[in-house]
């Protein structure tokens, strides 16, 4: 059986619980007459036997972790020799690291 209730906000939201369903069904509406309206449908639908293919609980998407292997193999597939070459360049003073120099104070 179909449960509505008014929100703070002035909508109204339909609950539906019913052993055919894998979860308990909640939707909003604007007026009480279509909160009303759906749930009665999904009620006589639900008596039938016949769950909507919408209602069915589909499993989200696994998410892959993001190792440092994978990032790293992602960097690199991402980076061009031509585009590795010039950040090269620009790091570097004539094709040469720049020279640092470290006092014992820094060490």
Same mark, same amino acid.
């Given at each position: 059986m179909p449960s509505i209730k /008014?929100?703070?906000?002035?909508? +109204?939201? $339909?609950?539906?619980?019913?052993?055919? $369903?894998? /979860?308990? =069904?909640?939707?909003? =509406? !604007?007026? =009480?007459?279509?909160?009303?309206? +759906?749930?009665?449908?999904? !009620?006589? $639908? $639900?008596?039938?036997?016949i769950v909507p293919a919408a209602l069915l609980e589909q499993a989200p998407p696994k998410r892959a972790s993001w190792t440092i292997g994978r990032c790293s193999g992602q960097v690199i597939s991402d980076t061009t020799i031509d585009s590795f070459a010039a950040m090269f360049r620009s790091k570097t003073v004539g094709g040469r690291l720049p020279r640092t120099e470290f006092s014992r104070s820094q060490l």
């Open positions: /008014k929100t703070r906000s002035g909508t +109204y939201q $339909l609950c539906v619980k019913n052993k055919l $369903l894998p /979860k308990t =069904f909640w939707a909003t =509406f !604007d007026t =009480f007459e279509q909160a009303e309206q +759906y749930g009665h449908q999904l !009620d006589r $639908l $639900l008596a039938q036997g």
